[in-house]
């Protein structure tokens, strides 16, 4: 006899996703007495909270909405931002390329919109922590708000100053820049770093990447890997799958090493 499934219901303060039928799609924080007021129509927050994920529901003039958790992916596209974010296509493989998962200390520089702030943080908690540096104030403040929306900023210190300066991190499990000129910080990453510990990048051009390879080889990196995530969709109709007439190509090279203890001369 199988058990029966259980059911989980929505609570107020939990990240709600709504999405149409156009797969237009709405993520909302739920609280009591709140609206969502969208182009098909409104639907309350009361009526949302305390029903089950998975539930259709319909706005107050009957267009049709699924009612569902948000995933990382959604979370990350929804993001308020001023400047390029890492991709879902990147952010997840960093991940897992750079052995990033609960309980790891990881630094980052760069933080712009907190894009990939959010995925590190989600990926270390609850034991782990993120160091973010950033140098323009109303991007680290962009990211702050961003990370608060989300639930996870508590996992997150938020340091504004150049790196050029150096980090205050020694023995990170991993670390990644987001710079336009990475290979001008490689001393400091390098003492930030654990023996072993994994460095990343993205760039967007292949002269920097060029530049970033020499300067590792030199900056006692080994393991060095450079490489390009292409995401192509298809139409999910079962009488005419094909794939969508636009995709997700370039944005970015990914360059990943390992730091190493540099040979005695």
């Known amino acids: 006899m199988n058990a029966e499934k259980a059911v989980k219901t929505a609570q107020p303060g939990d990240l709600a996703l709504l999405v149409g039928r156009d797969r237009k799609s709405f993520i909302v924080r739920l609280e009591p007495g709140a609206q969502l007021h969208t182009h098909r129509g409104m639907v309350a927050h009361d009526d949302l909270i305390g029903i089950p994920w998975g539930t259709q529901l ?5 267009y049709p909405f699924l009612f569902l958790r948000p995933s990382t992916d959604n979370i990350l596209l929804d993001l308020k931002r001023t400047t390029q974010i890492v991709y879902p296509k990147e952010a997840g493989y960093i991940l897992m390329r750079m052995n ?27 034991t782990g922590r993120v160091y973010s540096y950033e140098t323009r104030p109303e991007m680290q403040q962009l990211a702050r708000k961003n990370l608060e929306r989300s639930g996870l900023a508590e996992f997150v210190e938020f340091k504004q100053r150049d790196v050029a300066e150096g980090f205050d991190e020694r023995d990170a499990d991993a670390l990644f820049l987001d710079l336009p000129n990475p290979w001008d910080y490689l001393v400091q990453v390098h003492a930030a770093l654990a023996n072993g510990g994994f460095f990343g990048c993205i760039l967007p051009t292949t002269n920097q ?3 970033l390879i020499g300067a590792l080889e030199g900056a006692h990196f080994g393991l060095i890997e450079v490489e390009e995530l ?6 999910a109709v079962p009488a005419r799958l094909r794939p969508m ?5 370039h944005t970015g090279y990914l360059i990943f090493a390992r730091a190493l203890i540099p040979l005695e001369e």
């Open 58 to 62: 319909s706005t107050h003039v009957g």
């Open 100 to 126: 990033i998962g609960p309980g790891c200390r990881v630094v980052e520089a760069g933080t712009g919109s907190g894009g990939l702030t959010l995925v590190l943080a989600q990926a270390v908690h609850p």
């Open 209 to 211: 990447v060029s530049q």
């Open 230 to 235: 292409l995401l192509r969709q298809y139409k």
């Open 245 to 249: 007439d636009r995709m997700i190509g």
